[in-house]
């Protein structure tokens, strides 16, 4: 069974402090990786992608993936408020042929003033 | 929303009634997908296509079929909608570039 695996929170974090978000997937042969935000009510978003290990900074937004430990994480500096929703990690097993991806339950993060 | 519309974008209905959910992209994308979004369960592939008239099925199949006709237009159809089909249901493309865009979702209610 592949799966992504996430802590559901809340996490919660005063504003202005890093939130870190994690994130392990089951199947070794993955190849992409997606996070996306989701604000309650709202559709998925997407925020990051990132394809090889290290780290992919974008913003206030820092990816980092690890595929030795099969673990993918999420850096938000300088949260904000609007910050505050669920945060769906995804794992697709192929690249750039379409594929599907497989989403872990998300993260919610609260972010307060 | 990446240029992705779904319609109707709230319904309720009745156990056993047929429903249809229409995805319509303006993207010219290859890839559309439709997931169900649950409590405890997240979001679950029901069907995906890779092209007019070609489609798969993912995880949560039983009990739904698709259709494509034209690359714009993704079709969902709950034959005999039934109460366990109470979710938000979204719809997403892809280029194959392996990013996939999410439209606004159906709150769909089955009573």
């Known amino acids: 069974q592949k799966e992504v695996e996430q802590n559901s929170g809340p996490l919660s974090v005063p504003e202005g402090a890093i939130a870190s978000l994690n994130c392990t997937y089951s199947d070794r042969g993955s190849q992409s990786f997606f996070w996306y935000r989701q604000y309650s009510g709202k559709s998925p978003e997407l925020i990051m992608s990132i394809y090889s290990n290290g780290d992919k900074e974008d913003g206030r937004f820092t990816a980092q993936l690890n595929k030795a430990s099969q673990y993918v994480s999420l850096l938000i500096r300088d949260s904000q408020p609007s910050d505050s929703a669920t945060y769906l990690c995804a794992v697709n097993l192929i690249y750039n042929q379409g594929g599907k991806l497989i989403f872990g339950q998300g993260t919610e993060l609260s972010v307060k003033p | 929303d990446a240029g992705i519309t779904q319609s109707p974008r709230h319904k309720v209905t009745e156990t056993g009634t047929p429903v249809t959910l229409r995805c319509h992209q303006t993207?010219?994308?290859?890839?559309m997908y439709w997931y169900r979004q649950d409590p405890g369960h997240g979001l679950r592939l029901i069907h995906y296509?890779?092209?007019?008239?070609?489609?798969d099925k993912g995880e949560v199949s039983d009990g739904y079929s698709v259709s494509r006709s034209k690359t714009e237009d993704f079709l969902l159809t709950l034959e005999s909608a039934t109460s366990s089909q109470t979710s938000v249901y979204f719809c997403?493309?892809?280029?194959?570039?392996?990013?996939?865009?999410f439209g606004p979702g159906t709150r769909l209610t089955v009573l």
């Open positions: 296509s890779y092209g007019v008239k070609d489609t």
């Open positions: 997403a493309i892809s280029n194959g570039f392996n990013e996939q865009f």
């Open positions: 993207e010219n994308h290859r890839y």
